[in-house]
């Protein structure tokens, strides 16, 4: 979900020329010369900051180097560790003080002898699609601008297959995520974006939509924040057992996630896991429901995945079989945003499965 800056600071302050008349930072040019001075400490850039409202009430937003403040309700957001927490506590399931604490959420610490084996055995899941889908994406945003700015929900850690968007100097990732994690730029919840109408090229939300309490609310958000004709990728879930523990709410059938995103035109969806990994994950947590402890379930865990890894490979056979549909862990629907719904008899004319 389960992404610092990969834009150099220092490159896009050479474009300040081109934002320096912002209303998001000041109207006045000494005021901005402070907000420009108190973004050099952020994690997040100066594309972001040029977009960012107020995820209470959408005024603009004054930078300085230890908050950020609404223009228009006067609300404060704190910044902890560089990281602009833009977060309204009775809209979310989060408060502030948890991230001005760095009290955990999503991601749990974990001893560093079980995290570094865990880095060295393989994993039980494989994503057969999300490499070929984000070379096209890359493709298509750059054939429409020079310098896309890309929105990734739930960023903390680089999503599979994204390497060829976080290579790439012209692309600009806003990564936000609901816990300060290696790779988050922005702290905020997905059901109130603290973005403008139409301000990104393409979002990212990989792997994130099972753990929001509103997923509808979220894809209504990402509509809103994207331009016209803007991309969106998004991966979740369909039989895949609960991996958030309290942040894990829902799973989609291939049909319910294409209707989530009914007001997107579809480019290409299909199946990002497949039955092997459903298979594999479901082996798994059987093993895993004979333990209470820690200590056991963390050694079977690291054992189920020596075990049943070898099933994933299954899927890049299966990937293509319309019959594989049924039975996949995960879907991805890659599309372009959209103002006219699709319809529910279309989506149900669009079923391809094993019955």
Same mark, same amino acid.
């Given at each position: ?17 081109e ?9 006045e ?9 108190? $973004?050099?400490? @952020?994690?997040?850039?100066? !594309?972001?900051? +040029? ?6 009430? &959408? =005024? ?8 950020m403040q ?36 999503f ?23 999300s490499?070929?889908?984000? $070379?096209?994406? @890359?493709?298509?945003?750059? !054939?429409?601008? +020079?310098?896309?700015?890309v929105l990734?929900? &739930? =960023? ?23 816990a ?8 905020c919840?997905?059901?109130?974006l ?23 609310r979220c894809v ?5 924040v ?7 990728y ?7 057992q ?34 092997g990994?459903?298979?594999a994950?479901s082996?798994?947590y ?49 599309g ?20």
């Open positions: 979900m389960i992404e610092t800056l990969d834009a150099p600071l220092q490159d896009t302050l050479s474009r300040e020329a934002v320096a008349s912002s209303a998001a930072l000041s109207s040019s000494g005021h901005a010369s402070a907000g420009e001075t108190a $973004a050099a400490s @952020l994690r997040v850039g100066r !594309e972001a900051i +040029e977009i960012l409202q107020c995820p209470g009430c &959408g =005024g603009a937003l004054s930078v300085a180097a230890d908050a609404c223009d228009a309700c006067e609300r404060t957001y704190p910044v902890a560790d560089g990281v602009p927490v833009l977060v309204v506590p009775e809209k979310s399931l989060f408060d502030i003080e948890t991230f001005t604490n760095a009290e955990p959420t991601f749990r610490p974990v001893g560093k002898v079980r995290e570094l084996i865990s880095g060295c055995l393989p994993d039980v899941t494989l994503n057969v699609s490499d070929k889908v984000y $070379a096209r994406m @890359l493709q298509q945003m750059l !054939e429409k601008s +020079e310098h896309p700015v990734v929900i &739930g =960023g903390g850690v680089i999503g599979g297959g994204m390497d060829c968007l976080v290579d790439d100097p012209r692309i600009t990732l806003i990564e936000t995520d609901a300060i994690a290696p790779r988050t730029s922005l702290v919840d997905g059901h109130d603290p973005f403008a109408d139409q301000s990104v090229d393409a979002v990212i939300v990989q792997a994130v939509l099972e753990h929001v309490v509103d997923p509808h209504q958000e990402i509509h809103r994207l331009e016209p004709g803007g991309l969106v998004s991966d979740t879930p369909f039989m895949q609960v991996h958030g523990r309290q942040f894990d709410f829902t799973r989609f059938t291939r049909l319910g996630h294409r209707r989530l995103f009914r007001m997107f035109d579809e480019i290409e969806s299909g199946i990002s896991c497949g039955p990994t459903a298979l994950w082996l798994r059987f093993l895993l429901s004979f333990f209470a402890s820690d200590r056991m379930r963390a050694a079977v865990s690291l054992a189920s995945r020596l075990m049943f890894f070898p099933l994933k490979y299954c899927d890049r056979y299966l990937v293509d079989k319309a019959s594989a549909s049924d039975a996949a862990s995960a879907f991805y629907f890659y372009s945003r959209s103002e006219a719904p699709l319809s529910d008899r279309e989506l149900v004319a669009s079923y391809h499965g094993g019955f």
